[in-house]
């Protein structure tokens, strides 16, 4: 039996599913395009009969909405966000890969242990912080709260470990400290992990709904995720395409990310699954 027949079933399997993932977001790319009436008409229509765009036209340019403004705010949230969780989480792994002193493995540990610890939990303290800073309504609200990120520390550390240390020893022998090692040699071993690292973390942060609900009042500041929620509760019981037309617009970026960085994301956790063999 040939390769292809062997794994015949498999890519059924993978077709199938594809179909189940993608639909939904055809379906919602289609009735964005449509009238009220055409998607309230039963049966429901799957192609628009008249495509407009007057649905997107409305949601960019009606003043309480500002879909535009909110889009840029959760891409500077988002952006700085992952620019901390890096700046912070890559030395703190490194430190844990290659640093040896005592209580390391039992430090580690208890990092670990905070994963499972629910946001809620947390988001009193991290609210009454944010007050006390003044903090509230403003981007700073957006980006510093959780940027020491474990996850980031413990994805780096994994990845940083199956580095060859005879890389660092050689780096020692021209005379680099522990920093020197870190910025010349692991970092730029490192790229494929970093750029998955900040794929996650981006999107994760882009999609957030419940922190940006709470520290944000204004329509200044106020990121994308809110700002659908908002419309979502204004219009859908009146004018579903424009929701629509909203979700359509807000998966754009992510699409764009996805598309320009999807082998990054694939190898670097590839490689990074590799570590400790």
Same mark, same amino acid.
């Given at each position: 039996?040939?390769?292809?027949? %062997?794994? $015949?079933?498999?890519?059924?399997?993978?077709?199938?599913?594809?179909? =189940?993932?993608?639909?939904?977001?055809?379906?919602?790319?289609?009735?964005?395009?449509? &009238?009220?009436?055409?998607?309230? %008409?039963?049966?429901?229509? @799957?192609?628009?009969?008249?495509?407009? /765009?007057?649905?997107?036209?409305?949601?960019?340019?009606?003043?309480?909405?500002?879909?535009?403004?909110?889009?840029?705010?959760?891409?500077?949230?988002?952006?700085?966000?992952? @620019?901390?969780?890096?700046?912070?989480?890559?030395?703190?792994?490194?430190?844990?890969?290659?640093? %040896?002193?005592?209580? #390391?493995?039992?430090? =580690?540990?208890?990092?670990?242990?905070?994963?499972?610890?629910?946001?809620?939990?947390?988001?009193?303290? #991290?609210?009454?912080?944010?007050?006390?800073?003044?903090?509230?309504?403003?981007?700073?609200?957006?980006?510093?709260?959780?940027?020491? #990120?474990?996850?980031?520390?413990?994805?780096?550390?994994? /990845? /940083?470990?199956?580095?060859?240390?005879?890389?660092?020893?050689?780096?020692?022998?021209?005379?680099?400290?522990?920093?020197?090692? /870190?910025?010349?040699?692991?970092?730029?071993?490192?790229?494929?992990?970093?750029?998955?690292?900040?794929?996650?973390?981006?999107?994760?942060?882009? #999609?957030?709904? =419940?922190?940006?609900? @709470?520290? &944000?009042?204004?329509?200044? &500041?106020?990121? $994308?995720?809110?700002?659908?929620?908002?419309?979502?509760?204004?219009?859908?019981?009146?004018?579903?395409?424009?929701?629509?037309?909203?979700?359509?617009?807000?998966?754009?970026?992510? $699409?764009?990310?996805?598309?320009?960085?999807?082998?990054?994301? @694939? %190898?670097?956790?590839?490689?990074?699954?590799?570590?400790?063999?």
């Amino acid at each position: 039996m040939s390769y292809r027949l %062997r794994h $015949l079933p498999a890519y059924a399997f993978l077709i199938v599913m594809s179909i =189940f993932v993608v639909m939904p977001l055809l379906i919602a790319i289609s009735q964005s395009l449509m &009238t009220n009436a055409e998607v309230n %008409r039963w049966p429901p229509q @799957i192609i628009p009969a008249n495509p407009t /765009f007057e649905n997107m036209h409305q949601v960019l340019t009606q003043q309480d909405l500002r879909i535009d403004l909110w889009l840029r705010n959760s891409l500077l949230a988002a952006s700085g966000y992952t @620019i901390a969780v890096l700046v912070l989480c890559a030395p703190a792994a490194y430190a844990f890969a290659r640093l %040896r002193f005592p209580g #390391n493995n039992i430090l =580690f540990g208890l990092l670990l242990v905070t994963i499972m610890i629910p946001s809620q939990v947390t988001l009193i303290p #991290n609210y009454l912080l944010m007050r006390d800073l003044k903090w509230l309504d403003t981007f700073n609200a957006l980006i510093f709260p959780g940027a020491a #990120n474990v996850f980031g520390v413990f994805l780096l550390r994994q /990845f /940083f470990m199956s580095i060859p240390s005879e890389l660092e020893e050689a780096a020692v022998l021209d005379g680099a400290g522990y920093f020197g090692r /870190f910025w010349y040699v692991v970092l730029p071993l490192s790229t494929n992990a970093l750029v998955a690292l900040s794929i996650f973390i981006f999107l994760g942060h882009y #999609n957030d709904l =419940f922190w940006p609900f @709470i520290v &944000t009042n204004s329509l200044e &500041t106020r990121t $994308l995720p809110v700002g659908l929620t908002i419309l979502n509760s204004s219009y859908a019981g009146q004018y579903r395409p424009m929701v629509l037309s909203g979700a359509v617009l807000s998966t754009i970026p992510i $699409l764009i990310v996805y598309v320009l960085f999807q082998r990054r994301i @694939i %190898r670097g956790v590839m490689l990074t699954g590799m570590a400790g063999r």
